[in-house]
């Protein structure tokens, strides 16, 4: 949910100041000759420009006719072929650019392209001292026409001029054409969102009694083990009791057999319960750093010695705190400090690893945020104050004839009766309003009430977007509506790296039809830590969590070494770590073990303790994670080789089909389509030791067509070396969030950031184009990466389809109706990629679907025989006779495959 605001703009309107309108930033550009009106002497050359790129490849960078008329910079390469960290196509700018650590920079450019086959165009600032990026790493896709492209950064590390390297590159063919780079200090830095109002109010908290139930509120912690996330949901209830401030508070219980258990695969798996619960406003309140602010609550306890924290939590999870005692009877306790940041949210409850209680209640009641150094007597932020709010935290709706229902909760803390209108509005996945409702209400003196609307958006399924508005209040909720029937099939096309560390969020997914999981936890090093027996407990606390929530688990052997078994050199260790404690854990298990028999009897062991009876359908066994061309595993720094991972490969191959004649087995290098050791692995016989081909893919937006010949080039080698064998993409980057925590919007690392769609609408319609011309090839499982959360208002798309609470973002039912109406496809029977339109044929579990759409922004209409029924891409059927194509994807389904070809190759011109 999206918290109660005063007026309360959306976050694409607070966009940032512009650093030239700031006072106090120099807005000189630190590009040299971004313009490229200087020539370097006796050449077509722009001075201060050049480009670089292995010279197997055929490039040249020349000067050309700009956007306005003058002189651009103009890169095209003519030949490329190869695979290696140097072969691009690059124009870059050495020696001349220098960054401040901790400052933010805006860089912008004109750029437009022609035939890049890769699609897009990255960036980079690097130092060359280390080629380590110093904090500009991003992605984009030009077009035909000119058009201006904006990145923000924060520097991370002081850049000496000379050691810069400002780095535009693309990966293929293609000509990239490139004016006006302009690289300046930015004032303003990252803005986080959304925003609280706190300018005419005493206390800033909204909802602050808990008069209008859980709005507003989640819950937040610390020192939790990974990088996979936070609580992601409320953990306590509103109870009513008598209490400070009206009939309301929030109750925290906290017992050792349902405290929130925490999970994580990776690097050391974690099983880990939830002993410190804090309750955490929703939204950021914007303050000025260096002002006194308080913050106060009243508490009450069910035992003595039980310890809760006050904490005021700024971006990047830095903690400002306070731990106090209440006691058995209702006491109000308060915390006095100075704002370290321009943004804050606070939180309160209950901490058992500080009182070292094995469980406890608390009561948490009229929780202020004020300014000043004491608190001083409670008020609610507003004397009328309402939310809209889903009964129970409840996101995902199953009967589409029913629809959604939402509840109104208002509370009113005057002494006279008031008059509460506000204005329901309900949208859908392509924006458009499908419901509108007014409610007028009358509130008693210092009461609550609670109005159910029931029946909304009734016979719609996909995505929905509901806002509240009374007086200057409001807030929005995310909902989706599913058909049951979609999640039914035994397999699934979709899964994860890495399950979700909450079991309701893998319940949610799987509700949505995703049902595989890649997990990391049965490393060698973990179950066999010493030489002798092999101990699976702490594996099956990940796996064995999965299945039982009737998951499907890709269970992946990562590293083909223990660090008993490995021949890793300490000193090669050491160099290549360059002191980075993780890394010197973890890179002496990427080397080759001692003796390969012993990797062998891990992977029988692995395979016959997960491949019980069965099983067999549940579960998969992949092996190494990216090998060679990453340090995960045999990596080529180290002198490691493709046929070093072949050799390793046929033992495991060989002795998982020996443990369990019925396994499957995934392995590959796990590198995208077009990658050399992808092709070298086919061509060198490493089909022979699989059942399925990994690879994995993290590209920038473009369009989905434009893999179409990666993949055909992919399946007709395979066809070569003795028959094609499915392919299983166990990692793949899309992400998109429409109410992003920050601006610039981050993701994750820089590898992931590229990945990047420009709105949840963007990102669904590729998934499902991307995933028809994928499986017209041979793919059979697309594992998004990765099954990771945030904490409540902070960054948290890296987890793909669930905003915080489990709330949908677009892409989940885009998911979930693709699941349903394609699935798993036993066959494509047909397919067009044609100027104007694409079009895919498969035969399904359930007969025949037909996924279409229209390319290069051209629109037009279908009109197939009334036998086929059409559905848009959330999986409401369209009432035809005649059916508008668009770039949003449709679906068409039919019993027979041959009604759907005709139907597709009779159509004419778009």
Known sequence: MKPFSAAQPVWLSLLLVSATSLPGVEATNRVANGSFEEVRPNTAVPAFWAAAGNARLKQELTLDKGRDGKRCARLACTEFAGDGPDFHAMICQVGTIALRRGQWYRLTCWAK????????????????????????????TPTSEWQRFEFRFQASQDLPAENSRLQFWFKSTGTLWLDDVELIESEAGQQWFPQIVTAGVKNAVPNSSFECGAANWGSYTWGLSGWAGNLYRLEGAVVETPSPHGRHCLRISLAPDTL??????????????????LAANHGWFRVKPGEKLTLSAWLRT??????????????????QRKAVKPGRNWERFEFSFSAAQPFMFI????DLEASQQTGGTLWIDAVQL???????????????????????????YSDPAKGVEFLVRSFNNTDEPQALSGRLSITDFFDRVVFTQSVEQTLEPHSHRAARLSGLAQGRRGFFRAEWLAQ???????CAVLDPSWAGAADSPFGFNHAYPWDFLVELAQQAGVKWWRDWSAQWNVVQPAEGPLDFRVPDEQIFRVLKLKGKVDILLPFPSARWASTARQDEVEKAAEGNRYLRTRLPVAYAPSRLDDFGRYAAAVAEHYGQTGMDQAVAFEILNEPIYTDYALPRKFGYGLEDYLRLLEVAHRAIKSANPNARVVGGIGANLTASLTHDFIARGGLKFVDALDVHLYDAARPAEGFDESFRALNELMQRQGGSKPVWITEWGCYADDDPACVPHTVGDATMNRCRWPNERAASEHIVKFAAVAFAHGVRKIFFHAGTCGAINGPDASGVLFEYGGAPRKMLPAVAAFTGLVGVPEKCVYRLVAAERCGFVFRTRNGAAAVVWARNGTTGHLRPPRSIRAYDIMGNELPGPTFELGSAPLYLLHSSTDELVNALTSLGPL
């Open 260 to 277: 929130p258990v925490f999970h994580f695969d990776y690097y050391e798996p974690v099983r880990q319960p939830v002993r410190r619960v």
């Open 370 to 396: 004020e300014q000043g150094d004491r608190a001083t007597d409670y008020e609610p932020r507003a004397p009328v104050e309402s939310f809209l709010a889903a009964e129970g935290s409840h996101h995902l």
């Open 472 to 478: 200057d209040q409001s807030n929005t909720l995310r």
């Open 347 to 350: 939180a309160v409850g209950l």
């Open 113 to 140: 392209g022609q035939a890049i086959r890769s699609g897009s165009v990255e960036i980079g600032l690097s130092d060359t001292r280390r080629w380590a990026n110093a904090g500009l790493a991003d992605a984009f």
């Open 302 to 319: 069910d035992a003595e010695g039980a310890v809760a924290q006050l904490a005021a939590v700024a971006p990047g999870d830095r903690l």
